[in-house]
């Protein structure tokens, strides 16, 4: 069984892979990741695509943007932006969005009871996080920017 796993692992990788192809489909907050449509930010992508470009070259170049974001050169200005100001906030709002859209262990009871009493009030619970995200975790900008979609 595993021996065909890996013929359709090697047959799928020897496909030509796209550069537009490339975004995360799980929601990530960093600053060069959109929040929204999980476009990446990273040269290889960009101007220095080539077709033969290898998945393992990829996923390396990933690798390392995950672990050393280039917050002049954002993909999501208010991330990038909360990564300046507040680097705290950032890790902690990291942290939240790999717990709620990654299944990682929660990691801040405060911003959790944020989002559980405006999702209280009738919102979305990925509108709340989105809003809550950009707006610094204060509850009463949040709720403005949820009563003005």
């Keep these: ?43 290889i992508l960009k101007d220095q695509w080539a077709a033969a470009m290898t998945l393992r070259t990829v996923l390396l170049s990933l690798q390392a943007l995950l672990a050393a974001a280039e917050p002049d050169d954002p993909q999501d200005a208010v991330v990038a932006n909360q990564y300046k100001q507040n680097p705290e906030m950032f890790k902690q709002t990291a942290r939240l969005w790999s717990h709620v859209y990654a299944g990682a262990p929660v990691s801040s009871p405060e911003y959790t009871r944020k989002i559980d009493k405006l999702c209280a009030m009738g919102f979305d619970k990925n509108a709340v996080i989105v809003a809550l995200s950009s707006k610094s975790w204060d509850v009463e900008t949040a709720t403005e920017l949820l009563l003005s979609n």
């Design 1 to 43: 069984m595993a021996n065909i796993a890996v013929q359709r692992i090697k047959r799928e990788f020897k496909e030509v892979l796209k550069s537009e192809e490339v975004r995360f489909i799980t929601k990530i907050w960093h600053p060069n990741i959109s929040s929204v449509t999980g476009a990446i930010c990273l040269d």
